[in-house]
């Protein structure tokens, strides 16, 4: 696995926009570039990043502005400004060789998973999953939204699930007053494995095109146990079921690997199917849901790619990171 140089203080982060612009929110945005600013980052903008619309630019513009900063020798580290939908639409247009040629962190979360997965999977170059360059747009920010900042320091950091947490889509400021309860289908845990996974929204889009890396990654690290992250924004529980039934028939699960699975953001059922039930009928391995992972608050980042060391002790868990480069 290549991991990628880590940003030191004063040096520069790149935004493109490879879903949606962030026009429409820009006061927001600007914000969390302030706090960027504040935490020693400097900022250089691509030029779609603060278009008011779901599609930045054309698929073909947007991995021009991706490969722009991409050269950027003053750019370290690259961060998607925001999710979406249609971020599949650049995928041919992107120059992935390129890269993973001389890779740079490239930090998202939610649409941006495509390009992240890609990149780890195919192409075997670490990535950050958890944020996005207009998710830090708070007054101060908590210990769970520093955690992707300290790992693209290269910080060593412990990552511990909240006595609270706030499952619900809102408008305004989270409201910490739900217990935060993780749920281990597999007892206390305390697992090894390399990281895996994104958003399932769009993962299901990418399996089986020639973006698809799954089956290789699986074999480079047959011998490690893999912990696969499943961050669910608005799939059914019958669509989640289907789509790991699709993954399991793919060998992408094996009896001793683990799935971490975050709350789901708009939860329904066409047939009063459960969550729960979803991945517990679709894989034999080991599952933990309502996990500190994905679209609610507070949520934990992860590297893709990484060796994490996970441990679950009744309700809580922590996710540790190895931040090296391995031979």
Known sequence: MKYPEFVKK??????FAPSAGVGRKLNDFNKSLIQLRLHGFKIKEGQLVEVNDMRSGTGKQRAEELK?????????ALLCA?????????????DFEELAAEPKWMMGYSDPTSLLYILTTKYDVATLYGANAGSFDLDELPEWLMAPLDLLNGNQIVQRSTETCDPQFRNGPAIYETENHWKSFAGDLNVRGRCIGGCLDSLK?????PYDGTKEFIQRYEQETLIWFFDIYSMTA????????????????????????????????????S????????????????ADIGHTYPRMAVVNGGVCHLEVTGTKGSLAFELKEEQ
Not at 68 to 76: A, F, G, M, S, T
Not at 82 to 94: H, K, Q, R, S, V
Request: hydrophobic share 40%; charged share 25%.
């Open 10 to 15: 004063g040096e520069t982060l790149g935004v």
């Open 68 to 76: 722009q900063l991409h050269h950027d020798p003053e750019v370290k």
């Open 82 to 94: 925001a999710g979406g939908d249609f971020l599949i639409e650049m995928l041919p247009y992107t």
């Open 205 to 209: 889009d990418l399996f089986g095109t």
């Open 238 to 273: 019958e669509n989640v079921y289907r789509t790991l039934l699709q993954m399991k028939s793919m060998g992408a699960f094996r009896r001793h690997d683990v799935i971490l699975a975050g709350r789901v953001l708009f939860p329904s059922s066409e047939t009063g199917m």
């Open 275 to 290: 969550y729960e039930e979803a991945f517990t009928r679709a894989v034999d391995c080991k599952v933990i849901m309502e």
